[in-house]
């Protein structure tokens, strides 16, 4: 998937767009990559002698897979865009540091009364780095 299909299936735009590229999709599945360039804002004060990438971003970079995932499902809700209603147990197993790449890995597990149920996993080469499940609801877009 380009970058123009990223950008058309979410709302995010640089600098906090954290998906590259789609490597693999189907209805229930996905697979996307990030680069952490190391030139992002956040190093320079994220543990500026020893910089990581935050937690919480590769997070954020899973559950923007995850609403790209989504896009085809909700495209038909107008005015509307998913947003995280919960996290659930999250354990972050190995640090991101600048320059490594990152697989996104989000699967759909259920959809109950308009809420996504999701699980992400995050890993560097053959390092898990995070694991966690998610929730997902309808809100309206900003203009």
């Given at each position: 998937?380009?970058?123009?299909?990223?950008?058309?299936?979410?709302?995010?735009?640089?600098?906090?767009?954290?998906?590259?590229e789609?490597?693999?999709?189907?209805?229930?599945?996905?697979v996307?990559?990030k680069?952490?360039?190391?030139?992002?804002?956040?190093?320079?004060?994220?543990y500026?002698?020893?910089?990581?990438?935050?937690?919480?971003?590769?997070?954020?970079?899973?559950?923007?897979?995850?609403?790209i995932?989504?896009?085809?499902?909700?495209?038909?809700?107008?005015?509307?865009?998913?947003?995280?209603a919960?996290?659930?147990?999250?354990?972050?197993?190995?640090?991101?540091?600048?320059?490594?790449?990152?697989?996104?890995?989000?699967?759909?597990?259920?959809?109950?009364?308009?809420?996504?149920?999701?699980r992400?996993?995050?890993?560097?080469?053959?390092?898990l780095?995070?694991?966690?499940?998610?929730?997902?609801?309808?809100?309206?877009?900003?203009?």
């Amino acid at each position: 998937m380009s970058l123009e299909e990223i950008l058309a299936a979410i709302p995010h735009r640089p600098p906090f767009l954290l998906v590259d590229e789609i490597v693999e999709r189907d209805e229930q599945h996905i697979v996307c990559r990030k680069t952490f360039r190391g030139d992002e804002y956040f190093y320079a004060g994220h543990y500026p002698n020893y910089p990581l990438t935050p937690g919480v971003l590769l997070c954020e970079a899973a559950m923007q897979a995850g609403a790209i995932l989504l896009a085809p499902v909700v495209a038909s809700e107008v005015g509307k865009v998913p947003v995280v209603a919960r996290m659930n147990d999250v354990r972050f197993k190995n640090a991101v540091k600048p320059g490594e790449t990152v697989l996104l890995e989000v699967e759909l597990l259920d959809k109950v009364a308009g809420v996504f149920f999701m699980r992400a996993k995050v890993s560097c080469g053959e390092k898990l780095c995070v694991r966690f499940e998610f929730a997902c609801t309808m809100t309206d877009r900003l203009s």
